[in-house]
């Protein structure tokens, strides 16, 4: 379950066009300023999730797409990434 200073995290970042967004979890390095900033160029809205726990909460509320980097993947908290998506309708 998402704590209640990582859902005003999130609602701070999520676009409000939720739907048309892209969720950026890239921890390590400027791997999420580059890729936010690629993705601005052509127009495309994101949102940095804080951690691989913030997704689930930003999947239920149907992002666009999620960009993970490699490094993020690793640890408990995929599990949870996974039953998620999972969750999603076919």
Do not use: C, H, Y
């Amino acid at each position: 379950m998402t704590d209640l200073s990582l859902r005003s995290e999130i609602e701070e970042e999520a676009p409000s066009d939720i739907l048309s967004s892209v969720a950026v979890l890239a921890p390590r390095g400027r791997d999420d300023a580059v890729a936010r900033q690629v993705l601005a160029k052509d127009q495309i809205a994101t949102a940095t999730a804080p951690s691989l726990s913030a997704l689930p909460e930003l999947i239920a509320r149907q992002i666009g797409a999620v960009l993970i980097t490699e490094e993020a993947l690793n640890g408990a908290e995929a599990e949870e990434l996974k039953e998620a998506l999972d969750a999603q309708p076919s």
